[in-house]
Nanobody, 115 residues
């Protein structure tokens, strides 16, 4: 199971760090992704980190967001800097097992960027 946290209200240009903590899932054996969704729109990919640490980002996140993993805490982080109003969304983390392809989603955490 995945537990996403760290969302909140921040002003334009501010920063937030989202956390995706896992229980019963070893995140270093998974690809972990962050997605986001605005009501009425499709969920979109934001960032990913593989078990070996390879990262990938949506164009909208490149240069502003970083993704990292703490294996001791079995947690993946999404550091978001230079936040813009268009980053306002509910953010979800998702894990996909490299071994079994089993998928798990965390509950969302709301990020609101005010101008």
């Amino acid at each position: 199971q995945l537990q996403a946290s760290g969302g909140g209200l921040v002003q334009v240009g501010g920063s937030l760090r989202l956390s995706c903590a896992a229980s019963g899932i070893i995140l270093r054996s998974n690809m972990v992704e962050w997605h986001r969704q605005v009501p009425g729109k499709q969920r979109e990919f934001v960032a990913a980190i593989t078990g070996s640490g390879i990262t990938d980002f949506a164009d909208s996140a490149k240069g502003r967001f970083t993704i990292s993993r703490d294996d001791a805490k079995n947690t993946v982080y999404l550091q978001m800097n230079g936040l813009k109003p268009e980053d306002t969304a509910v953010y979800y983390c998702k894990s996909t097992s490299h071994l079994t392809s089993a998928i798990a989603w965390g509950q969302g955490t709301l990020v609101t960027v005010s101008s």
